[in-house]
């Protein structure tokens, strides 16, 4: 973090949002920000989500929310990916670069000094002479409308913006870490199911060798036996290489050579929990921190417009020097051996109008850029919310239909084999019922995965687990 600067939260909410940030730029300095916001921006968010919210959903989000999944493997690699993942490196080498950009911003607002001694020894017409001296100099420039200010308060907004980038990247990673966990789970089950599957046609092959031979049955039962148990087992190796697809997926994220992700090969989706509090509109997007970073985006480009225009007005320049010279070096400092200079100067530009009203059209365009990108993640933010609501909403609906169908596919196709053997029915209908617990148990086992990956995109649209506290942003609310 920038030296000397406080961390404090400061949150703005909603239909509030227009007037706090117009109070801001008018303490900086600018005339009004009113226009960088369109005004539908209050249409936009509505008093309650358009979407269903589930009963369910009624525990606060916060940074322990991956512990309330109760799976230490889980937990282990979003620790890891939070640790390792290259993505989140560069987000902290970024926020360490806007800090020593603060820094920077901070440090010129006051003089610069320097300190220098000189010795001479010179020798001519057999006689020598020695001088020395030492001096400190100083100089100091300094905006008369406060263009320097400026300077530092777009700086500092733009550090708090990285820091809250680097927020939203750590809950990104730790979704796509989640997501990739999830699916790497469903295709273990997929596994099992499509294992269970063939040792089913198996079964019901060697059934239709038996009745062939027994005279039972033509020889049409037995070729379409054997074609189903060879199509099962084809199944097998693609079901493989999907996991080993999420394997190198959960690799790269963790940045750990794929033999190493831990992830036992165990056939059951993740539970998700779904004790998450979905509050006003209004409330969960003020906590998404990549919307407070295109804010403060935005808040630093204000500033950069008010920095053009003020390389238009007079800057004060001040420069001095204080010293002292002597014939020896022992002398320096004594009396009548002092020397000083000041030197104050305003300059201004007077021909290079050109360039001056380029550089505040270059400002503006930057602060036009910044205003539409507030508006797409605004709007962004939205949608992911609100799909991710529509999605647990329908998960959750078909959860028990599902149940439903798998157990009495589960038991049609026990029947249909018994009823089989005993020669009641034909082989099509052992294949029906085959193929309708294979698509029931896959579809039951598919949706429980979309809820737990939903439950992940809403983590993610909420703004995750992070939770703003004195540690998270950077106060810039005191003006010079």
């Not at 909603?14 to 300095?29: D, E, N």
């Not at 490196?89 to 006051?110: C, E, I, Y």
């Not at 002597?326 to 002092?338: E, H, V």
């Not at 949706?447 to 004195?470: H, I």
Request: hydrophobic fraction near 45%; proline fraction near 3%.
């Amino acid at each position: 973090m920038p030296r000397g600067i406080t961390m404090k939260t400061k949150t703005f909410s909603g239909r509030l949002l227009i007037p706090a940030l117009a109070s801001i730029a008018l303490l900086s300095g600018c005339s009004s920000v009113e226009p960088l916001l369109q005004e539908d921006h209050g249409s936009l968010i509505q008093e309650q989500w358009n979407a269903p919210v589930a009963q369910s959903l009624t525990v606060q989000t916060n940074a322990n929310w991956w512990k309330a999944w109760e799976n230490d493997e889980l937990i282990a690699l979003i620790e890891l990916a939070q640790k390792n993942n290259t993505d989140v490196r560069q987000a902290l080498a970024n926020v360490r670069s806007a800090a020593a950009q603060a820094d920077l911003a901070t440090a010129n607002l006051f003089p610069s000094l320097g300190l220098s001694g000189q010795g001479t020894h010179s020798r001519q017409n057999h006689s020598s002479s020695d001088r020395w001296s030492a001096q400190g100099d100083g100089t100091w420039s300094f905006s008369l409308i406060g263009g320097n200010l400026a300077e530092r308060r777009a700086a500092l907004y733009e550090a708090q913006s990285s820091v809250m980038t680097l927020e939203d990247v750590r809950i990104a990673i730790a979704s796509e870490v989640a997501q990739n966990y999830i699916q790497l789970k469903l295709a273990y089950v997929k596994r099992e199911i499509a294992q269970q599957t063939l040792s089913n046609y198996v079964e019901a092959s060697h059934i239709a060798g038996w009745r062939y031979e027994a005279g039972l049955v033509d020889q049409t039962d037995v070729d379409q036996s054997l074609s189903n148990v060879e199509s099962a087992r084809a199944q097998i190796p693609v079901i493989e290489a999907s996991i080993q697809r999420y394997v190198n997926a959960l690799a790269r994220l963790t940045v750990q050579n794929a033999a190493d992700v831990k992830v036992k090969a165990t056939a059951e989706v993740p539970i998700a929990p779904t004790g998450i509090s979905i509050s006003f509109p209004a409330q969960t997007l003020n906590q998404r921190p990549d919307l407070r970073a295109a804010e403060m985006q935005l808040l630093a480009a204000a500033e950069r417009v008010y920095v053009a225009n003020a390389q238009r007005f007079p800057t004060l320049r001040l420069s001095g020097n204080l010293g002292t010279q002597a014939a020896t070096l022992s002398a320096l400092g004594a009396s009548g051996t002092g020397v000083a200079a000041l030197v104050g100067a305003l300059s201004m530009p007077l021909f290079n109008w050109a360039e001056q009203v380029t550089s505040t059209e270059v400002a503006k365009a930057q602060l036009e850029k910044a205003q539409v990108a507030y508006t797409a993640t605004l709007v962004g933010a939205l949608e992911e919310t609100e799909n991710a609501l529509n999605g647990i909403a329908s998960a959750q609906t078909r959860t028990a239909s599902l149940a439903l169908a798998r157990k009495a596919a589960e038991s049609a196709a026990d029947l249909a084999l018994q009823q089989y053997r005993a020669g009641l029915v034909d082989y099509q209908n052992v294949l029906n019922t085959q193929r309708s617990l294979f698509s029931a148990r896959d579809a039951e086992q598919v949706n429980n995965a979309d809820l737990a990956t939903q439950l992940v995109v809403l983590y993610r649209a909420v703004g995750g687990g992070w939770t703003p506290d004195d540690t998270n942003q950077i106060d810039t609310s005191k003006k010079e």
